[in-house]
C-alpha cells in the first residue's frame, strides 16, 4: 500500500516575487582589490543579481590552457572569503595565507560595492597592516578605497543590514549572547566554508579555516545553530523561546536538585556508618529507615548516659600532679645545676693546690741555706765573714723569716686540700641525691600522663558521646530534608514534563514553516534527480531532519551534498518570497568537491539559470565557484562573471604567486 505522502504528488518548483521587489534587496555589484589605495588595480570583478559563476579551468577544461590548466589555487576560496569580508567578517583568510598576503600587500586594499535596498554601499578594508576600515552608505567605491582621516569602521554596514533586514528580535529568537548581532551568523550560514565539505545543514564554519566565526556559527554543538537557523526562516517564535528557557530552568534546577538529593544521601549514609561504628552496633541486625534511626538514637542516649556517670574528679588531682611535677623538676634541676658548678670548680682549684705545691721546695730551700748562710755578695760563708769580718756588706738573710714563710705556705695547701676534700665530699653526696631527684621527677611526670589519659579517654567519650547525639539528631534531619527533596524532583520533574509538551505544540505550530521549506526542498530534489524522486524537512525534538528518496532512502556522501545544496536553495526561494528574515544570497565555494555527481552538478547550474529567468527574476544573488565546467549553457556571459587559473600566477586572483 503506497505511503500517505505518495496520495499527494510533488509540486513543481514555484516563487512568488513581491511585486515591488525588483533586485535582491541585498547584493554585491563589485569586488576591486588594489595594491595601495588609489594605486594600480589587481583584480575589478563586477557582478550581478541572479546566477554568477567564477570558473577555475582544471586541465582539458580550459580552451585556452593548452591542456595544462591548473585549476586549484587560482583564488576561488580567497574570493568568497574577501566578499565575506566586505560583507562583515572579521578576517579573510587564515593567519598563514593573512601573513603572505600582507607581506605581498603592505599597504593593499580590498573593496566592494555592496547593494541594500537600492542603496550603495562602498566597504574598503585592509589587506596589509595600518590601514583603516570603512563602510560610506551612498558612497563611491574609489574615493572611499583613498580615504584617510577617522575610520567608520565595518559596523554601519552591518547595523544596516540588520535594520533593514533581519529586523529586531532575530537577535533574541536566535538566543544569541547580550549585544551579539544576528548578521554574522547569517552571513556564515549564507557562505558556508569550502572545509565543512557541504557535509550537513548546520555545517557553517570550520576550525580549519581560521575564520575566527562567533557561536554559535562554529563549534560542535549544533542545537544552537538550529535555534538561530529557526530564527532567521521565521519558525520559531517568542513564546517558545520562552517556553525553551524555562525548560532550560527548569532543568538546571532539577540538576541542581538532584545534584543536592544524592548529597544529602552520601552524608546521610556516612553519618549512619560513623553511628553504627561509635555505638559498637557494628555486630547487631539492624532495621532500615526509620526504624533504624530509632535504634541509633536509644544507644546513642545510653552512650551519652554512660559517659556522664563516670568521675569527673580527675581535673583538680590533675592539676595537683602537675604542681608536684613542676616542683620535682625544679628541685632536680637545682641538684643538676649544683653538681655542675662543682665539676667545674674542682679542676680549678686542685690546679691552684698544685701551684702552691710548686712553691715549697724553693721555699724549704731558702730556710736551710739560712742556717748556714753564704754572704748574697761576695759568696763568702757568713760564720767567716763574722769571723774575719766582711769588707763589702753588712746585710745578712733572716732566718726567722724564711720559716714563716715556708709554714704559712704549708698552712695554704693544707687549707686546699681541706677544700678539695669538701668539693669531692660534696659531688658524690649529690649522685644519689640527683638519682632520687630523677626518680621523683619521674614519677611525678607518670602521674601526671596517666591522668592526663584518663582525661582525656573521658572527653573523647564525652564527644563521641555527645557527637553521636548530634549525629543522630543531624541525620533526622537529613531524612526529612531527602523526602523534602524528592517531592520537589517529582514536581520539577512533572514541570519540565509540561514545558516540553508545551514545546512540542510549539513546534506543531512551526510545522507551517518548515513545511514551506519541506515544500520547495522537495520539489528542488525532484527537479534535479527526476520525477521519481522527493525530499523532504521535519523539525523533531532530535533535531533537523532531511531525507531524499530515489528508489528508496537515499544516504551518499553525494546525495548528503545535495540535499545541502536544495536545502540552501530552498530556503533562498522563501526568502526571495519574503517569508524568512535573512537577504536572498547564497555563496557556494565549491560544491562539486564535495564528491556531487557531474549530471546532478550540472542540473543545478541549469536550475539557477532557470530560476533566475523564469521564477524569480533578478530578485536573488548566487554565488558560485568551480573547477568542474559548467553546463556550456551558462558557461558564457553575463553568468560568468570571471575566470581565474591557478598558473601563471598573473592569472591567479591576486595576480601573482605568494
Request: proline share 5%; hydrophobic share 40%.
Amino acid at each position: 500500500m503506497p505511503q500517505q505522502d505518495d496520495l499527494f504528488p510533488v509540486p513543481p518548483l514555484s516563487v512568488e516575487v513581491p511585486k515591488s521587489l525588483t533586485e535582491p534587496r541585498l547584493w554585491v555589484r563589485r569586488l576591486k582589490i588594489w595594491k595601495e589605495p588609489g594605486g594600480e588595480v589587481i583584480r575589478d570583478i563586477e557582478l550581478r543579481p541572479g546566477l554568477n559563476i567564477i570558473w577555475s579551468p582544471d586541465g582539458d577544461d580550459d580552451p585556452d590552457g593548452g591542456g595544462r590548466a591548473i585549476g586549484h589555487g587560482s583564488g576561488k576560496t580567497l574570493f568568497c572569503r574577501l566578499l565575506r569580508y566586505c560583507l562583515g567578517e572579521v578576517r579573510f583568510a587564515d593567519e598563514v595565507q593573512r601573513d603572505a598576503i600582507s607581506s605581498a600587500f603592505l599597504n593593499g586594499v580590498v573593496g566592494a560595492e555592496v547593494m541594500l535596498d537600492g542603496v550603495c554601499w562602498a566597504v574598503a578594508r585592509p589587506l596589509g597592516i595600518g590601514r583603516k576600515h570603512f563602510a560610506v552608505e551612498a558612497g563611491s567605491l574609489d574615493v572611499v578605497a583613498k580615504m584617510e582621516g577617522t575610520a567608520t569602521g565595518i559596523e554601519p554596514l552591518i547595523d544596516a543590514i540588520e535594520a533593514a533586514i533581519l529586523g529586531d528580535g532575530t537577535s533574541r529568537l536566535a538566543r544569541l549572547s547580550a549585544g551579539q548581532r544576528a548578521w554574522p551568523i547569517a552571513l556564515a550560514w549564507a557562505a558556508r566554508d569550502q572545509e565543512c565539505r557541504f557535509d550537513d545543514v548546520l555545517d557553517w564554519r570550520s576550525s580549519a579555516s581560521g575564520s575566527d566565526a562567533p557561536q554559535p556559527a562554529s563549534g560542535d554543538a549544533k542545537g544552537p545553530r538550529l535555534l538561530a537557523m529557526r530564527a532567521f526562516l521565521n519558525a520559531i517564535t517568542d513564546e517558545e523561546q520562552a517556553a525553551r528557557r524555562g525548560e532550560q530552568d527548569l532543568a538546571s534546577q532539577l540538576d541542581q536538585a538532584k545534584r543536592q538529593r544524592s548529597f544529602l544521601e552520601w552524608d546521610q549514609a556516612r553519618r549512619v556508618e560513623r553511628l553504627v561504628r561509635d555505638l559498637g552496633l557494628s555486630d547487631t541486625s539492624l532495621p532500615d529507615m526509620p526504624l533504624l534511626l530509632d535504634s541509633l538514637k536509644s544507644a546513642a542516649k545510653e552512650r551519652l548516659a554512660a559517659v556522664t556517670r563516670l568521675p569527673s574528679g580527675v581535673g583538680a588531682e590533675l592539676d595537683e600532679a602537675r604542681r608536684t611535677s613542676q616542683d620535682a623538676r625544679t628541685a632536680l634541676r637545682n641538684i643538676e645545676l649544683r653538681a655542675a658548678e662543682l665539676d667545674v670548680r674542682l679542676p680549678l682549684e686542685e690546679k691552684l693546690l698544685a701551684q702552691m705545691s710548686s712553691e715549697i721546695p724553693g721555699l724549704s730551700a731558702a730556710a736551710q741555706s739560712a742556717l748556714s748562710q753564704v754572704c748574697p755578695i761576695c759568696e763568702v760563708p757568713i760564720d767567716t765573714a763574722l769571723a774575719e769580718g766582711c769588707k763589702l756588706s753588712h746585710r745578712l738573710p733572716d732566718q726567722a723569716q724564711c720559716r714563716a714563710r715556708l709554714e704559712a705556705k704549708r698552712e695554704e695547701i693544707h687549707t686546699q686540700k681541706n677544700e678539695i676534700a669538701g668539693i669531692k665530699d660534696e659531688i658524690g653526696a649529690l649522685k644519689p641525691a640527683i638519682s632520687l631527684a630523677s626518680q621523683n621527677a619521674r614519677q611525678a611526670e607518670d602521674r601526671v600522663d596517666r591522668l592526663e589519659k584518663a582525661a582525656d579517654a573521658r572527653n573523647t567519650s564525652w564527644r563521641i558521646a555527645t557527637r553521636g547525639v548530634e549525629d543522630v539528631q543531624r541525620t533526622a534531619e537529613i531524612v526529612d530534608e531527602v523526602a523534602r527533596a524528592e517531592a520537589a524532583i517529582r514536581k520539577l520533574e512533572d514541570a519540565l514534563q509540561g514545558t516540553r509538551e508545551q514545546l512540542r505544540g510549539f513546534e506543531d505550530k512551526q510545522a507551517k514553516a518548515i513545511g514551506a521549506v519541506s515544500q520547495k526542498f522537495s520539489a528542488i530534489i525532484r527537479r534535479l534527480l527526476g520525477d521519481d524522486a522527493k525530499g523532504f524537512v521535519r523539525l523533531t525534538g532530535k533535531g533537523l531532519e532531511i531525507a531524499v528518496e530515489a528508489g528508496g532512502d537515499r544516504r551518499t556522501a553525494a546525495i548528503q551534498s545535495l540535499k545541502v545544496l536544495a536545502f540552501d536553495l530552498a530556503c533562498l526561494c522563501l526568502s526571495v518570497e519574503g517569508r524568512t528574515r535573512i537577504p536572498a544570497f547564497l555563496i557556494h565555494d565549491s560544491p562539486r568537491e564535495a564528491d556531487l555527481g557531474q549530471t546532478i552538478y550540472d542540473e543545478h547550474f541549469r536550475l539557477l539559470r532557470e530560476l533566475e529567468e523564469e521564477l524569480a527574476g533578478g530578485t536573488f544573488q548566487y554565488l558560485i565557484t568551480t573547477t568542474t565546467r559548467p553546463p556550456h549553457d551558462v558557461n558564457r556571459g553575463p553568468w560568468r562573471r570571471a575566470v581565474l587559473r591557478g598558473a601563471p600566477g598573473r592569472e591567479r586572483l591576486l595576480a601573482c604567486d605568494l
